[in-house]
């Protein structure tokens, strides 16, 4: 989608902008469920972060969470009306918070570009960047397609590294922060999702790449990688009820992740308390991938039985994937 619609929601009523509810000053930090109470606010005043994904779960509650503590933010993603309403709602939780949505496709490094030059153009500066846009479902190799894989890696990987592209020169000028969103699968390995860990593997190793390169300008790289969040449109799409249940009981935490555990690790990372930590990987998953990353799967059942294993998880028809693969 062309990056050349935008929006800018804020919650006060300067003029060509849509006008929030907020009648006072300040609203308490409560209005979010995706920022902790031990965080002062306000620590992100003047702040504009930058975020692709950002209407997304995880990473719209890394935007709410950074909101509600000051900043102003751009959300990026395909999709222009679901931006708008993401952008308006977030824009509540602080008064006088401006946030824009601006369509882009992170696959297209001119578009990435253009969107970056439109947050420019509104709020003068970049200081925090966070990489969320990313594609997943649930496939065996042998039911994989050589364009399916391509797109997951293009969309996570190349989507990145377009992203950073487009927003460094501002960032140099900030000194600012670089958060990629990652994920733990390639740690190990798991049954039916090749795809998604070869993606991550390799933003994990572009971050440490761009935390030496980009250090001496003052700018750190860093990475979260979360583990299973229950909240998500994803895990909803991909698990039944029944291995939930299951997957809650191999995590050592005995619970799927929240939201608001990968917000505030955001938080923190953005924060004042994190500025000598570069180049490093925050697992934020319970302790989940130091056990069997199989999950609620049968292993080595699932992969002798794909098709029985996956019944009930994927969603048949995904562009560019073999008969009975999943949905991007």
Not at 1 to 6: D, P, Y
Not at 66 to 93: F, H, P, W, Y
């Amino acid at each position: 989608m062309s990056s050349s619609a935008t929006r800018c929601i804020s919650s006060k009523t300067p003029a060509n902008t849509t006008t929030g509810s907020s009648s006072s000053p300040l609203q308490s930090l409560e209005m979010t469920a995706n920022v902790s109470k031990i965080y002062r606010e306000r620590i992100f005043d003047g702040k504009v972060v930058f975020v692709t994904g950002g209407a997304g779960s995880i990473c719209r509650g890394q935007v709410e969470a950074l909101v509600s503590l000051g900043a102003d933010a751009v959300i990026v993603g395909r999709r222009q009306n679901i931006l708008d309403k993401a952008a308006s709602e977030i824009a509540q939780l602080r008064y006088g918070a401006r946030v824009i949505g601006i369509a882009a496709d992170v696959r297209d490094d001119q578009s990435l570009k253009a969107a970056v030059d439109r947050a420019i153009e509104q709020f003068g500066r970049l200081d925090l960047l966070i990489c969320g846009a990313a594609g997943n479902f649930l496939a065996p190799v042998d039911n994989l397609s050589a364009n399916a894989f391509k797109q997951v890696v293009a969309i996570d990987l190349l989507g990145t590294f377009n992203t950073v592209k487009a927003a460094i020169p501002h960032l140099k000028k900030t000194k600012g922060k670089i958060l990629f969103v990652s994920a733990t699968l390639h740690y190990t390995g798991v049954p039916f999702q090749s795809h998604v860990a070869a993606a991550k593997a390799g933003i994990d190793a572009l971050a440490k790449n761009l935390a030496v390169e980009y250090g001496p300008w003052g700018i750190t790289t860093n990475v979260i990688a979360p583990g299973p969040i229950g909240e998500t449109e994803g895990m909803s799409r991909l698990l039944p009820q029944e291995l939930k249940d299951k997957a809650d009981s191999a995590i050592p935490m005995q619970r799927m992740g929240r939201i608001q555990d990968i917000a505030d690790a955001t938080v923190f990372l953005f924060s004042d308390a994190a500025q000598w930590i570069n180049g490093a990987i925050l697992v934020v998953d319970g302790g989940a991938w130091l056990r069997d990353q199989s999950g609620p799967l049968p292993y080595p059942q699932a992969v002798l039985e794909p098709a029985k294993a996956l019944e009930g998880m994927t969603v048949a028809g995904a562009k560019g994937a073999k008969k009975g693969g999943a949905k991007l």
